[in-house]
């Protein structure tokens, strides 16, 4: 079940005026944005990480930025982004896995881009964020069952 607790009616990427302050390293991905992103050409060894605490895959950094982040701090793989990209302006406050998975969304702090462009579809990001939740749910259970090398060999 997807939640978005505060609802935003219109929204455009204005990444230039905010540093592109979404684009962090660590940005959680699934296997099949891991399939998807490999499938661009990156070697997996370059740009995924193993988050040992939480048992997640994330993208790895550069310079405290998203390894994907271009030199204009354009998202260099835009049209294969990772499912969570997908959901902003929102970010996952709250995210659990039980019989029904549950995903709390809430619009990012501070981003000049609320109230400009088009308005937001949010059907397609409510479907995003239940992918997201299917897909890591499975994810996560691979992951106990065979280990992350396991999951990483089947990529
Ligand atoms: S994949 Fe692209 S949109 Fe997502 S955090 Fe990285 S640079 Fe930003």
């Known amino acids: 079940m997807i939640h978005i607790l505060e609802n935003?009616?219109?929204w455009k990427c204005e990444y230039k005026k905010c540093g592109a302050k979404c684009c962090t390293e660590g940005i959680q991905l699934t296997f099949e944005d891991i399939k998807r992103i490999k499938g661009l050409g990156y070697?997996?060894?370059?740009?995924?990480?193993?988050?040992?605490?939480?048992?997640?895959f994330r993208i790895k950094g550069k310079d405290g930025k998203c390894f994907f982040i271009g030199k204009k701090l354009e998202c260099t793989i835009r049209e294969n982004e990772p499912l969570i990209c997908r959901l902003l302006p929102f970010r996952i406050v709250e995210v659990?896995?039980?019989?029904?998975?549950?995903?709390?969304?809430?619009?990012?702090?501070?981003?000049?881009?609320?109230?400009?462009?088009?308005?937001?579809?949010?059907?397609?990001?409510?479907?995003?964020?239940?992918?997201?939740?299917?897909?890591?749910?499975?994810?996560?259970?691979?992951?106990k069952k065979k280990g992350k090398k396991g999951v990483i060999e089947e990529i």
Do not use: W
């Open 8 to 10: 935003i009616d219109k």
């Open 43 to 56: 070697p997996i060894e370059d740009f995924l990480d193993f988050d040992e605490t939480n048992h997640v």
């Open 96 to 143: 659990s896995y039980s019989d029904e998975p549950l995903m709390r969304l809430k619009p990012v702090v501070d981003c000049p881009g609320v109230g400009q462009g088009k308005k937001l579809d949010k059907k397609k990001i409510e479907a995003d964020a239940s992918k997201f939740l299917h897909e890591n749910q499975k994810l996560i259970r691979d992951i």
